[in-house]
C-alpha cells in the first residue's frame, strides 16, 4: 500500500505568517464563493438536473481547463456553454456541430484576403470564431479532421493559437466539447481526448416533477442569468491564479492521490483495460483540487475536493463505478488516519504491549492433572461400579453440569451400553463428580491423566527497564495528546465548510465524517491500551 508515512503537523501552528495570510484570504475568499454560488444560481435558473454539469463546468472554466459531455442529443450540453459565457464579463462564446468535411475556416476563421495581397501574408480573421471566444462549445468534436485536431491541441494545452507566423495568446476560458459516443479507437485521437480533463455523463430529465416544469417554463432559456455583480473579469481571474497557487495540499489530499493511483494500477492489471492517466494529467488534477478549495474559501484542500477526482480519471465508462467507489473507500478507510500516522503509531504501542509482556510475564510448565479421554467420547467415573452397572459419562454431558443444580445424566458400561440414568452435578473439588442416588449425595473422582501446562509467573522489571518504559508511554500519550489537540483546533474549521461544498454533493461529507469519527475513536482506544500497559508494569 502506498502512503507518506509522516506525522501529521500544521503549518499554522508553526507559523504565525501564515495563519495571518490564511486569515486574510479567507475574507477575500469568503467574497470569491458568495460570487461562485450567485453565478452557480444563475447559470442552473431554468435549467433541470443539470447542476452537476454546470458546476464542473464553472470549475473548469476557473481551473483554465476544459470539459468533455458524453450524451444523446438534446439534453443541453450546448446551452451550458452558452450559458457559462454570461459568467463572465465581456463573454463572447462560439460554437460549432463538427463533420467530417468541417474546414479550418469555418472553426478558426477564413484567411485574411487584405493581409495576404497586401503583404503576402497568411493570416486568418479570428475575432468572431474560436480564437476570439471566451467560451468555446464544440459538438460531435470526435469527427474534426486532423488540422482542425492539431491546431486545437496547442489552444486546449498552452492556449496559443498560431495564426500564420504569429503566437497568439487567445483569452478562452473553457472549450466545452460535446458527443454521444467516446473517441474511436485506433484514429489517434488519444493526445486530444486526453486534453479535456474532466469528464461527465449528462443524461436527459429523470424527476417527474422536473420534467413537468421542463414542458410547462416559458421563459427564455438563453438570457442573461447573471447579475452584473456576479460577473468575473479578466482582472479577477488572473488574481484568483496567483492565490490558487498557494493553496495547500494536506497530507490526507496527497496520501489519497496516491492510493488512488495505486488502485488504478492494481485494477488495470485485473481488468485489462488502461486508464490513461500519466503524469501531466495529476499534475492537473492537484490545480483543480486546489482551485476548488480557493472559490470554496479555503487556503487547503480538503478531503471532500478529492471526490472530484472521479470526473478526471475515466477512460471508460465501465471505470466509473470504480472510481467512485475506490474514492469513497480511500476516503472513508484512511483519509485523516493516514494522515494522522496511526499507522506508525498503532504499530508503537503493540510493540511496547509485546515487550512490556514479554519482560514481566515469565513461561513456567508445571505439571497438572486432566481428564483421561476415552475413545474422544467418555470420562470414566472411578469407583461408581460400586453403586452402579456402569462407570462412563459422555464427555459431552459432564462439560454441561454446573456445580449448582443436578442434571440427569447417561451412565454407560465398558461395551458402552446405556446402563442408568443418574442426577449429578460437578464436584466443587476438580476432576470430581457428585451423584445423588437413594437421598444421598456421592462423590466419586475422575480418571485422569498428566499434562504438562505452561503458566506465567510475574516478576518486577529492572529499575532502567521500568524508566525506559515510562519514557516511552508518556512520550506516546504525549503524541495522542498532541493529535487531540490539533482536532480541537483546526479540523473542526474545515469539516463546518463539508456540506457547502460548491462542486461536491454534501452526501459525500459523511464519509470524510465517519473517517474522522474512526480516527477520534482509534486514538482513544491506542490511549487505553498505552494506560494498560502502564497498569500492567507498575503493577507486578
Not at 476544459?66 to 438534446?74: N, R
Not at 486532423?146 to 495568446?169: C, D, F
Not at 497438572?368 to 470420562?379: M, N, Q, T
Request: with cysteine.
Amino acid at each position: 500500500m502506498l502512503c507518506l508515512k509522516v506525522v501529521y503537523k500544521s503549518n499554522y501552528l508553526h507559523n504565525p505568517q501564515l495563519w495571518q495570510q490564511n486569515a486574510t484570504l479567507n475574507t477575500i475568499k469568503m467574497t470569491v464563493k458568495e460570487k461562485i454560488k450567485g453565478i452557480l444560481g444563475g447559470l442552473s435558473e431554468g435549467i433541470y438536473e443539470k447542476e452537476e454539469a454546470i458546476q464542473l463546468a464553472l470549475l473548469s472554466s476557473v481551473a483554465g481547463e476544459s470539459i468533455f459531455l458524453l450524451g444523446p442529443p438534446g439534453v443541453a450540453k450546448s446551452l451550458i456553454a452558452r450559458r457559462l459565457k454570461f459568467a463572465f464579463k465581456d463573454g463572447k462564446s462560439f460554437e460549432y456541430l463538427m463533420n467530417k468535411f468541417s474546414t479550418p475556416d469555418e472553426i478558426f476563421g477564413p484567411v485574411s484576403i487584405k493581409k495576404l495581397r497586401d503583404e503576402d501574408k497568411y493570416e486568418r480573421l479570428t475575432e468572431k470564431y474560436l480564437p476570439g471566444s471566451n467560451v468555446v462549445f464544440l459538438d460531435e468534436i470526435w469527427k474534426a479532421g486532423p488540422s482542425i485536431q492539431n491546431a486545437l491541441l496547442t489552444i486546449l494545452n498552452e492556449k496559443i493559437y498560431r495564426n500564420g507566423e504569429q503566437e497568439v495568446k487567445v483569452d478562452i476560458k473553457s472549450i466545452i466539447s460535446a458527443s454521444n459516443e467516446l473517441p474511436p479507437h485506433g484514429e489517434n485521437l488519444d493526445a486530444l481526448w486526453d486534453r479535456f480533463l474532466l469528464r461527465f455523463i449528462i443524461q436527459e430529465i429523470r424527476e417527474k416533477g422536473n420534467f413537468i416544469s421542463m414542458l410547462t417554463n416559458t421563459s427564455d432559456v438563453y438570457h442573461d442569468p447573471i447579475a452584473e455583480k456576479y460577473k468575473i473579469s479578466n482582472a479577477e481571474l488572473e488574481q484568483w491564479e496567483q492565490e490558487i497557487s498557494k493553496v495547500e495540499l494536506p497530507i490526507e489530499v496527497i496520501n489519497t492521490i496516491q492510493m488512488m493511483r495505486f488502485k488504478m494500477e492494481e485494477f488495470e492489471k485485473q481488468s485489462g483495460i488502461p486508464f490513461a492517466v500519466f503524469d501531466r494529467r495529476w499534475k492537473k488534477i492537484g490545480n483543480l483540487l486546489r482551485t476548488s478549495a480557493f472559490l470554496n474559501g479555503r487556503a487547503q484542500a480538503d478531503l471532500m475536493d478529492c471526490f472530484l477526482m472521479v470526473h478526471c480519471l475515466w477512460s471508460e465508462p465501465s471505470q466509473i463505478e470504480m472510481l467512485k467507489e475506490s474514492v469513497a473507500e480511500t476516503i472513508r478507510k484512511h483519509g485523516y488516519s493516514i494522515a494522522l500516522n496511526l499507522g506508525g503509531l498503532r504499530k508503537e504501542v503493540a510493540d511496547l504491549e509485546e515487550e512490556v509482556d514479554k519482560e514481566i510475564n515469565v513461561e513456567h510448565t508445571v505439571n497438572a492433572e486432566r481428564l483421561y479421554l476415552i475413545e474422544h467420547l467418555y470420562y470414566e467415573v472411578l469407583q461408581a461400579s460400586r453403586l452402579f452397572d456402569g462407570q462412563y459419562v459422555k464427555a459431552a454431558e459432564f462439560e454441561r453440569l454446573t456445580l449448582d443444580d443436578y442434571q440427569t445424566i447417561g451412565l454407560y458400561d465398558s461395551e458402552k451400553k446405556l446402563t442408568y440414568k443418574i442426577k449429578a452435578k460437578k464436584s466443587d473439588t476438580e476432576n470430581k463428580i457428585e451423584i445423588y442416588h437413594n437421598s444421598k449425595a456421592n462423590t466419586f473422582e475422575m480418571k485422569t491423566e498428566k499434562q504438562e501446562q505452561k503458566k506465567f509467573i510475574r516478576r518486577k522489571p529492572h529499575p532502567i527497564v521500568l524508566k525506559y518504559w515510562e519514557e516511552q508511554t508518556t512520550h506516546l500519550l504525549g503524541y495522542t495528546k498532541e493529535l487531540r489537540a490539533q482536532f480541537a483546533t483546526e479540523t473542526p474549521a474545515p469539516l463546518k465548510h463539508l456540506k457547502s461544498n460548491l462542486f461536491v454533493h454534501p452526501s459525500k461529507s459523511e464519509l470524510v465524517e465517519a473517517n474522522l469519527n474512526d480516527a477520534l475513536n482509534e486514538i482513544s482506544s491506542l490511549e487505553l491500551r498505552i494506560e494498560k500497559v502502564i497498569h500492567a508494569y507498575k503493577n507486578v
